[in-house]
Structure formats: structure tokens, C-alpha cells
């Protein structure tokens, strides 16, 4: 396949190869797999960007719970506390956790989300690029090329290792989500393909120890 990689040191060089962003080389990657045409490819994440904002905005505007009714109320809590006080991570901060928790509690509820990279983990990708698209101004088209960049990521580690929590613990889904939406910040805010793949890398290190592994 012309635009496959396994690994970032791969995805570096097929960037430089053909002097496209790690966006642009994922889409053409997807197309080549799928036999699908870019327009294509890009229409299906268009409907994964939408289901994942609803999903966000979803816990925070309506009253959910979760199917056992442990969980719902959270993403709430965290935007009322943004409104009454200072928050030690800061307002844009509170802003992705009130997303990525909404998602999760739209998941808990069984209402409808996109597993990125599972469902476990669905929350850390929406909450981190459509906070940062909505605070920075950035539009559909640039969030779906983020999500693209974030994807080149989900396919490096699932091509490497594993995205199941039962196989990998935590770290192969809440670490593998974080690194990808770094990948995906990073290409949005204006990085090269080496500071998005570096960011990857950093987050997979600093996420470990941190959970159940």
C-alpha cells in the first residue's frame, strides 16, 4: 500500500515522502483500505464529528442517567462550578472534562457515542478537539482533520499493540485516546507532523501510572 505505516517513524517518512500532513496521509491511507473515495472517507467522519459533539453538549443540556443510576449529574456539577469559582485547571480545562464526562455519561445511559478508540475511552477525544474547536474558532472541516491526525495515532497503536482495556488495561484505552487527541490538537493548532507525533509519545508516558495498569 503507497500510503500505509506501522509505526511514527513510518508515518514521519510517508509525511515527507509525498510532502502531506498526517490528516492528509491517514485520508489517503483510509481510501486506499476501504476502496472508498476521499469524499467518502471524510463523509463518515463528518458523522462521527456530529455524533460526538451531540454527545458532549447532550449530559450538560438534559437530565441523563446511567442504566444502573450510579452515573449522570457530573458533567452538570463541573459546568456550575466553572460559573461559582476558580477553578485550579483553569476555565478552557474545565470546559474539555465537562465534555469528555457528558460523553461518558451519554454512554453510560446507552445513548449514542463513538467509540474512539472504544467505549470506555469515548469521552477523552471529544472533549479534548471539540473544546478546542469551539474555543479557537475552528470549523467542522479543521476538526475533522484533526480527527483524521488523531486516527493515523489509533492506527499506529493498534497496529503495535491493543486498544482493549481487557487485553491492555487502562492505559490501552484512556492512554491511546490521549495520545491520539494530542496528535489531533497539535496538527489543529497549526504543529508539524514530528511535534504531533512527539506529543503522542509524551502522553502515552505521563498517562502511565496513572491508571489501573
Given at each position: 500500500?503507497?500510503?500505509?505505516?506501522?509505526?511514527?517513524?513510518?508515518?514521519l517518512?510517508k509525511?515527507?515522502?509525498f510532502?502531506m500532513?498526517?490528516h492528509?496521509?491517514c485520508?489517503?491511507?483510509e481510501?486506499?483500505?476501504s476502496g472508498?473515495?476521499?469524499?467518502?472517507?471524510r463523509e463518515k467522519?463528518?458523522?462521527?464529528?456530529?455524533i460526538m459533539k451531540?454527545a458532549?453538549?447532550?449530559?450538560?443540556?438534559?437530565d441523563?442517567?446511567?442504566?444502573g443510576g450510579?452515573?449522570?449529574?457530573?458533567?452538570?456539577k463541573?459546568?456550575k462550578y466553572?460559573?461559582?469559582?476558580r477553578s485550579?485547571c483553569?476555565?478552557l480545562m474545565?470546559?474539555?472534562?465537562v465534555?469528555a464526562m457528558?460523553?461518558?455519561e451519554v454512554n453510560?445511559?446507552?445513548g449514542l457515542?463513538?467509540?474512539?478508540?472504544?467505549?470506555?475511552?469515548?469521552?477523552?477525544?471529544?472533549?479534548?478537539?471539540?473544546?478546542?474547536?469551539?474555543?479557537?474558532?475552528f470549523?467542522?472541516e479543521e476538526?475533522i482533520d484533526?480527527?483524521f491526525?488523531a486516527?493515523a495515532?489509533?492506527?499506529i497503536?493498534t497496529r503495535n499493540?491493543t486498544v482493549s482495556?481487557?487485553?491492555?488495561?487502562?492505559?490501552a484505552?484512556?492512554g491511546?485516546?490521549?495520545?491520539?487527541?494530542?496528535a489531533?490538537?497539535v496538527?489543529?493548532?497549526?504543529g508539524?507532523?514530528e511535534?504531533a507525533?512527539?506529543?503522542?509519545?509524551?502522553?502515552?508516558?505521563?498517562?502511565?501510572g496513572?491508571?489501573?495498569d
Amino acid at each position: 500500500m503507497k500510503y500505509n505505516f506501522t509505526s511514527g517513524a513510518e508515518l514521519l517518512e510517508k509525511c515527507n515522502e509525498f510532502n502531506m500532513s498526517m490528516h492528509e496521509i491517514c485520508l489517503e491511507r483510509e481510501a486506499e483500505l476501504s476502496g472508498l473515495s476521499k469524499e467518502e472517507v471524510r463523509e463518515k467522519m463528518r458523522v462521527s464529528l456530529n455524533i460526538m459533539k451531540a454527545a458532549t453538549e447532550k449530559a450538560v443540556e438534559e437530565d441523563i442517567k446511567s442504566m444502573g443510576g450510579l452515573i449522570g449529574g457530573e458533567a452538570k456539577k463541573l459546568t456550575k462550578y466553572r460559573g461559582l469559582s476558580r477553578s485550579v485547571c483553569g476555565e478552557l480545562m474545565n470546559k474539555a472534562m465537562v465534555a469528555a464526562m457528558g460523553t461518558m455519561e451519554v454512554n453510560a445511559s446507552m445513548g449514542l457515542i463513538v467509540a474512539a478508540p472504544t467505549a470506555g475511552s469515548c469521552g477523552i477525544l471529544p472533549g479534548a478537539v471539540v473544546t478546542i474547536g469551539k474555543e479557537y474558532g475552528f470549523n467542522d472541516e479543521e476538526m475533522i482533520d484533526a480527527l483524521f491526525a488523531a486516527s493515523a495515532i489509533g492506527a499506529i497503536i493498534t497496529r503495535n499493540a491493543t486498544v482493549s482495556g481487557a487485553e491492555g488495561g487502562c492505559q490501552a484505552e484512556t492512554g491511546a485516546a490521549a495520545a491520539m487527541a494530542s496528535a489531533g490538537i497539535v496538527e489543529m493548532m497549526g504543529g508539524s507532523v514530528e511535534q504531533a507525533v512527539h506529543a503522542a509519545s509524551h502522553c502515552l508516558q505521563t498517562v502511565m501510572g496513572l491508571v489501573c495498569d
